[in-house]
């Protein structure tokens, strides 16, 4: 069975309660519930984590090697900004896919850019919890 573990970061434990207007009014748990169920669905076990401090995003990126045959990664704003994700990915060097609940292209300029998308297999972007579900297609 693939392993794959979905990294969400900064911000993402406000859903729910973070501009509901874009996001909805599901929680951080609602969605790591809707990709455990999906990816059961699929036969590929998952493992959410969550963070809103940029080195621990790096050190789960660190961990996956042995253990993880995927990443599926929603940075939050760290992924107009981050280098050092980035660099984690191209260390680790395992397939990813980038998610974003929102279209981060039709959302404000700065957002257009993202560093992870320069590794990322496949970036999903504003299809609400939806995109999790097709990023783990991605490994089947």
Avoid at 42 to 63: A, P, T, Y
Avoid at 65 to 89: F, Q, R
Wanted: with cysteine; charged share 25%; glycine share 8%.
């Amino acid at each position: 069975m693939k392993k794959i573990l979905v990294i969400n970061g900064v911000n993402l434990n406000m859903l729910g309660i973070r501009e509901p207007e874009l996001y909805g009014k599901a929680t951080l748990k609602d969605l790591e519930e809707y990709v455990t169920k999906e990816a059961e669905s699929r036969g590929l076990e998952v493992k959410c984590v969550q963070s809103n401090h940029e080195g621990e995003i790096v050190e789960f990126i660190q961990k996956v090697l042995g253990n993880y045959d995927g990443i599926i990664i929603n940075a939050g704003a760290y992924t107009h900004t981050s280098v050092a994700i980035l660099d984690a990915l191209k260390a680790v060097s395992i397939p990813t896919v980038e998610v974003h609940l929102t279209d981060i292209n039709e959302r404000e300029e700065f957002r257009k850019w993202s560093y992870i998308s320069l590794i990322a297999k496949k970036t999903i972007c504003g299809k609400g919890f939806l995109g999790y579900a097709l990023a783990l297609d991605e490994f089947m």
